[in-house]
C-alpha cells in the first residue's frame, strides 16, 4: 500500500466515522426527552454457599420504593427515576449492605446479584448494620493486597479504554511498562508473574497483540459489555490461586437480561463495538451476551498519531451463555477469541536506511487467542456447592522479518518464530459453609498442554540460519488446594490452606502454604497479614531451548518461587472515604539465572519471548516496599483515588552479584479523580462527566550501550559490567476523559473523549544501536492520543 493511498483511506475512514456520528447524535436529538425510568431487579443470596435469601428487604435509598425477594431469593423494583440510585438490602440474621450510588440507564435493565454476608453472633435474631465495603474482594477466600473493581470503572477512569489492566494502573504497586501496551509490573515483578482466570479457570493471554512469555499485549480482547465486578490481587494470594508470583486477575463475566432482549452499539477511532443479549426464550430463565468488535487502528494515523507505517488491525468475538436445568443445576458456555496482525514494507530509499534501519526491513507479526469454556453447578442441600469447569484454549503467535537487498532487487530473511500452543483445563471446586463461623473450599485443575514451538534467526557474523527452538510435543500439569475460612469472633477471622503445583514434563513440583488474618479493632479500623509461597511455571519455550548441537538444554528447569509477606492496615474516615496502606517483602528463589558464572542474566527482567541460552535453577530476587491509597468512593458525584508506591526491586545474577531489576522504578505516584455534573437544562436527564489521570514513575532501567563495541561489531553491544545501572527520566503523563451521557426513553447515549498524554509530553521509552549511522538513538513512548467514542444502549 503507498503513502497515498493509506492518508486517502484513512481519511475517507476519519471523515465517514465522524459524519456517522455527526447521524446518529443528530438522530437522538430528536427525540423527545422524557423522565425516563427504569427497572431494577435480580437475586439476593448468600456470599459464602449462594443459597438464596427468601424474604431479603431491597429498599431504594431516600425513597419509600423498595421490595422483598421471593421463595427463589428474586427481586424487582419497577419505574426507578434513571441516574444514580442507592439501595439497602436487609436479613435477619445477615449483616446489612449499603449499595450507594449504582448507575441506573434508561437503555438497560440493571440486574444484580446481591450477596449477604451472615452474622457471626446473632443476637435476638437482629438485623446488624454494616458499612458500605465498596473495594472489599468478590472472594470472601481473599483478605490482603485484594480489591474488586467494577466495569464502570474500566469505563469511567481516563484513558482506561475499558482495559482492566490500564486501569489498573490507577492502584497502588501497579506500574505500566509502556505506552503502547498494557503489560503490568506489579510489586517490582515481571510483567510474566500475573495470572489471568476467567469463571474460576486460567485462561491464556486475553489480550491482542501478545506475545509469548507475557501477560500483556496492545489492548484487551474482552470487552467490558462482556465483564461483571471482578477481583484483583497483588500478593499473598488465596490458597485457591496459583502459577503466578506477581498478581491475579480473577474476571468474572455478566449473564444477560434473561427477560428483554437489549443492544449495545460503540463507534470510534479504535473500532466498532457491537453486543446483543436477552432470554433463550419466552419463559425460561437462560440468556445469552454475545459481544463482537472490530478496529482498525488506522484512523489514529489520519489525526496526526504517528503510529508508523504499518497497517494494524484487531478484531475479537466474546460470549456468555447461562442455562439453568432446574434439579439438575445450571449450565453454561463461555469463552472469547481474538486476532490481531501488524504488518511493515520496506522503503526503497537508503538514505531513509542511514536515518533507522527499521525502513529496510520488512515484517509480519501476528497473535491468535482463543478460549471455549463449558461450567457446571450444582447447589446442595447443605449449604454447599460443585463448579466443575472445562475449557479448550489455544494461541499463536508469529514474527517473520525480511531485510531488503541493497539492490532493492530481493528480501533476505533474517528472523521467524511461529509458536502455537493449545491447552485443555479440567478444573472442580467444592465450597462447603459449614456454619457462620467455618468456611471451606477445596478444588483441583489438570491442565494438558500441547505445543509446536519454532524460532530460528540470521546470525550477523556468520550470516548461517540457525535454530533456537523447534520442538513438539504435549505435557500435563496438576494443582491442588485447601482452604479454610474461620472467625474467631466478629471482629478477628483467618484463611489457612495450601496449593499444590506439579509439571509432569519434568516432574518439578511445589507445596505451598498460605496464612491470612485479619483483625477489626472496630468500624474504621482493620489490620490483615499474609504470607504465602507461590510458584510458577516457565514460559513452555523455555524448556525446549536447543544448543547448537541441536540438544535440548533446559527440559529440567523447575518452577520459579517466591514468598510473600503483607502487613496492612486500612482505616475508614467516613462512609465513603478511607486510607489504606500496605508494606510488603518478597523473596524471590529458584529463579532461573544463566550457568555462564561471568553473565548478569535473570527471566525476572524478562517482558516477553523465550531466552535460548542454557539455565538454572540457582537465582535469588527480592521486592519490598510500602503503598499508600487514599481513596473517596463515587459520592456527591464526586470521587477521587491517589496511590502512591515506594519500592526496591533487586536480582542476584550468575556472577553473584546484586543488581535493580529492570522494573525497580523506586517510585509511582498516580492520581484519578472524576466529577460528574446534571445538565440543569429543561430534563434532567443529561450527565457530563470529567475525569482525570496523572502518572509521576520512576524511569525504567537499561544496561548502557558500549558505543566502541557496537559500531565494531556493526550492532547493539551492551556494557554488562554496567547492568541496569542507567535509568530512564521519570516519567510524567496527564490523561482525560469528557463524557456527555444522555438518557431518552428507553435509550442511553454517551459520547466520549479520552486524550491520553494529553500533554503531548516526550517520555523516554529506552535507547538503541542504529547500526546504518552508527549512533546510539532514544526511542520514545506514546504521543498524544485522541479516542473518540459515541455509544448506545437500548
Known amino acids: 500500500m503507498t503513502s497515498s493511498t493509506f492518508d486517502k483511506r484513512t481519511g475517507f475512514g476519519a471523515v465517514f466515522l465522524l459524519l456517522l456520528l455527526s447521524l446518529l447524535a443528530s438522530i437522538f436529538n430528536l427525540v423527545t426527552a422524557q423522565n425516563s425510568t427504569q427497572n431494577i431487579r435480580g437475586l439476593v443470596q448468600d456470599k459464602v454457599s449462594q443459597a438464596p435469601l427468601s424474604g431479603a428487604v431491597i429498599r431504594v435509598i431516600n425513597s419509600n420504593t423498595g421490595c422483598s425477594a421471593d421463595a427463589d431469593g428474586k427481586f424487582l423494583i419497577q419505574n426507578i427515576s434513571v441516574g444514580k440510585v442507592g439501595l439497602r438490602i436487609t436479613y435477619l440474621g445477615y449483616k446489612e449492605l449499603v449499595l450507594p450510588n449504582l448507575t441506573l440507564n434508561a437503555g438497560k435493565e440493571l440486574v444484580l446479584t446481591i450477596t449477604l454476608e451472615e452474622e457471626i453472633n446473632k443476637i435476638n435474631e437482629v438485623v446488624v448494620k454494616g458499612a458500605k465495603e465498596k473495594n472489599k474482594p468478590l472472594n470472601s477466600m481473599s483478605t490482603v493486597s485484594t480489591r474488586t473493581f467494577s466495569v464502570e470503572e474500566t469505563q469511567k477512569f481516563a484513558a482506561a479504554v475499558n482495559d482492566p489492566a490500564r486501569m489498573a494502573t490507577s492502584f497502588a504497586g501497579v506500574v505500566q511498562a509502556g505506552d503502547g501496551n498494557n503489560h503490568i509490573s506489579i510489586r517490582g515483578n515481571s510483567p510474566n ?54 498478581g491475579v486477575f480473577d474476571l468474572k463475566l455478566r449473564k444477560g437480561n434473561n427477560q428483554k432482549r437489549e443492544y449495545t452499539f460503540q463507534a470510534g477511532f479504535l473500532g466498532l463495538d457491537a453486543a446483543v443479549e436477552g432470554p433463550l426464550k419466552k419463559g425460561y430463565e437462560g440468556s445469552y451476551l454475545i459481544n463482537y468488535r472490530y478496529s482498525t487502528l488506522s484512523v489514529l494515523g489520519q489525526l496526526g498519531v504517528p503510529l508508523g507505517d504499518a497497517v494494524t488491525n484487531f478484531q475479537d468475538l466474546a460470549y456468555n451463555f447461562y442455562l439453568p436445568a432446574g434439579k439438575f443445576g445450571t449450565f453454561g458456555a463461555f469463552g472469547f477469541g481474538g486476532l490481531s496482525y501488524q504488518d511493515t514494507k520496506p522503503l526503497k530509499d537508503s538514505l531513509k536506511w542511514q536515518e533507522d534501519a527499521y525502513y529496510q526491513y520488512k515484517s509480519h507479526f501476528f497473535a491468535n487467542t482463543g478460549a471455549a469454556g463449558f461450567n457446571h453447578m450444582f447447589k446442595f442441600k447443605n449449604h454447599s456447592y460443585l463448579k466443575t469447569s472445562l475449557v479448550f484454549s489455544g494461541t499463536q503467535n508469529g514474527y517473520e522479518e525480511e531485510k531488503l537487498e541493497e539492490d532493492y532487487s530481493s528480501l533476505k530473511r533474517t528472523y521467524a518464530q511461529d509458536f502455537n500452543q493449545k491447552r485443555i483445563t479440567l478444573t472442580s471446586v467444592y ?62 477471622s483467618s484463611n489457612i490452606g495450601f496449593h499444590y503445583q506439579e509439571l509432569l514434563l519434568n516432574n518439578s513440583r511445589s507445596f505451598e502454604p498460605r496464612l491470612a488474618l485479619k483483625y477489626e479493632a472496630n468500624q474504621k479500623n482493620q489490620f490483615t497479614f499474609g504470607y504465602g509461597i507461590h510458584s510458577q511455571i516457565q514460559p513452555m519455550g523455555v524448556y525446549f531451548a536447543k544448543d547448537q548441537m541441536d540438544n535440548l538444554i533446559n527440559q529440567q528447569i523447575g518452577l520459579s518461587k517466591a514468598q510473600h ?31 555462564d558464572p561471568t553473565s548478569t542474566y535473570s527471566i525476572l527482567n524478562d517482558v516477553d519471548g523465550y531466552p535460548t541460552e542454557k539455565l538454572e535453577n540457582k537465582g535469588l530476587g527480592k521486592n519490598y516496599g510500602l503503598e499508600l491509597t487514599v481513596e473517596r468512593f463515587l459520592h456527591n458525584n464526586f470521587y477521587y483515588l491517589l496511590s502512591g508506591s515506594f519500592y526496591q526491586s533487586q536480582y542476584l545474577a550468575p556472577n553473584k552479584e546484586w543488581y535493580n531489576t529492570r ?16 445538565w440543569k437544562g429543561k430534563s434532567k436527564n443529561r450527565v457530563i462527566g470529567l475525569n482525570l489521570k496523572t502518572l509521576y514513575v520512576g524511569g525504567w532501567r537499561n544496561t548502557p550501550i558500549d558505543l566502541a563495541a557496537s559500531q565494531q561489531k556493526g550492532e547493539m553491544v551492551e556494557d554488562f559490567s554496567k547492568t541496569y545501572t542507567l535509568k530512564n527520566p521519570d516519567y510524567f503523563r496527564s490523561d482525560i476523559r469528557i463524557s456527555v451521557k444522555r438518557n431518552y426513553n428507553k435509550v442511553t447515549t454517551t459520547l466520549a473523549l479520552d486524550i491520553q498524554n494529553v500533554s503531548n509530553r516526550k517520555n523516554v521509552g529506552g535507547q538503541y544501536f542504529d547500526s546504518n549511522t552508527g549512533a546510539i538513538k532514544y526511542w520514545y513512548q506514546a504521543p498524544l492520543i485522541p479516542i473518540l467514542s459515541y455509544r448506545i444502549e437500548f
Open 193 to 246: 508473574g500475573l495470572l489471568w482466570r476467567m469463571e474460576g479457570v486460567d485462561i491464556p493471554n486475553p489480550n491482542h497483540f501478545s506475545n509469548v512469555g507475557t501477560s500483556g499485549g496492545g489492548i484487551s480482547i474482552l470487552s467490558s459489555q462482556l465483564l461483571s465486578n471482578s477481583d484483583f490481587s497483588t500478593g499473598a494470594f488465596a490458597s485457591e490461586y496459583g502459577n503466578a508470583l506477581s
Open 431 to 492: 465450597t462447603q459453609k459449614v456454619n457462620a463461623r467455618n468456611t471451606i473450599r477445596t478444588g483441583f485443575t489438570m491442565n494438558r498442554f500441547g505445543f509446536n514451538l519454532n524460532q530460528a534467526q540470521l546470525a550477523d557474523s556468520s550470516q548461517k540460519w540457525i535454530t533456537q527452538i523447534n520442538n513438539k510435543g504435549n505435557t500435563y500439569s496438576a494443582q491442588s488446594y485447601f482452604q479454610w475460612n474461620h472467625a474467631f469472633s466478629e471482629k478477628l
Open 565 to 595: 509477606f503483607v502487613l496492612g492496615f486500612d482505616h475508614s474516615i467516613n462512609s465513603h472515604t478511607h486510607i489504606k496502606t500496605e508494606l510488603y517483602y518478597q523473596h524471590l528463589f529458584q529463579i532461573p539465572i544463566s550457568t
Open 663 to 678: 522494573f525497580n522504578t523506586n517510585h509511582a505516584l498516580t492520581l484519578t479523580l472524576g466529577k460528574e455534573w446534571d
